[in-house]
Nanobody, 122 residues
Framework: QVQLVESGGGLVQPGGSLRLSCAAS????????MAWYRQAPGKQRELVATITSGGTINYADSVKGRFTISRDNVKNTVYLQMNSLKPQDTAVYYC????????????????WGQGTQVTVSS
């Protein structure tokens, strides 16, 4: 059983910062791509940032220069540092990881966190 547990959301004023964390636990052989998605009310879930096991990073255009994704492979944790937050960043943020588990060692399984609310408002 694999779980992704997120933390770090909350209410912040425009221009402020938050740091999200997502820790994977359970029977894990390896973790490939880790990512953050977000879903605002009435909108589809969108990709925010990805980081591969080799450290290749990609961002959505809307967050480039403001958000930084990183990972700690020892702790099986992915982070999202969010700076210069805007009201349009308000959403539920979800982490996603492509994980190799003992029950299926020849391919990745996609796991999702439960989501954490980020609200940017004055």
């Amino acid at each position: 059983q694999v779980q992704l547990v997120e933390s770090g959301g909350g209410l912040v004023q425009p221009g402020g910062s938050l740091r999200l964390s997502c820790a994977a636990s359970g029977r894990i052989i390896g973790i490939n791509t880790m990512a953050w998605y977000r879903q605002a009310p009435g909108k589809q879930r969108e990709l925010v940032a990805t980081i591969t096991s080799g450290g290749t990073i990609n961002y959505a255009d809307s967050v480039k220069g403001r958000f930084t994704i990183s990972r700690d492979n020892v702790k099986n944790t992915v982070y999202l540092q969010m700076n210069s937050l805007k009201p349009q960043d308000t959403a539920v943020y979800y982490c996603n990881s492509q994980i190799v588990v003992p029950a299926a060692p020849f391919y990745e399984t996609s796991y999702w966190g439960q989501g954490t609310q980020v609200t940017v408002s004055s």
